[in-house]
């Protein structure tokens, strides 16, 4: 069973930059799709960005289009979200997630993906 867990979360100013990080325990690590999803207070949790096993293929939701960036690093077991120019439309608990099957390209879908990390809380300030 793989674990995930996110850190880097934090409060920041409209226009400042964050990173997050998710550690994933277990196997196979480089051959599972990744994602990030957000969820803010009193909306459902949404697709942000999303990166394929190999890293080769980058996908990221209208909304953080050209300020957000996915990388991964397979050695290490851990996927990144860059954040930059930061908005207050930003603010959600941000989840990591991995998809549930192996050596797929990418996908928007929650359904997609069956392990989740518990989230870490990104607030931006106006």
């Known amino acids: 069973q793989v674990q995930l867990v996110e850190s880097g979360g934090g409060l920041v100013q409209a226009g400042g930059s964050l990173r997050l990080s998710c550690a994933a325990s277990g196997r196979s690590f480089s051959s599972y799709t990744m994602g990030w999803f957000r969820q803010a207070p009193g909306k459902e949790r949404e697709f942000v960005a999303a990166i394929s096993w190999n890293g080769v293929t980058t996908d990221y939701a209208d909304s953080v289009e050209g300020r957000f960036t996915i990388s991964r690093d397979n050695a290490k077991h851990t996927v990144s979200l860059q954040m930059n120019s930061l908005k207050p439309e930003d603010t959600a608990v941000y989840y990591c997630?991995?998809?549930?099957?192996?050596?797929?390209?990418?996908?928007?879908?929650?359904?997609?993906?069956?392990?989740w990390g518990q989230g870490t809380q990104v607030t931006v300030s106006s």
């Open positions: 997630a991995r998809h549930a099957r192996q050596l797929t390209a990418y996908s928007r879908s929650q359904r997609d993906f069956g392990s």
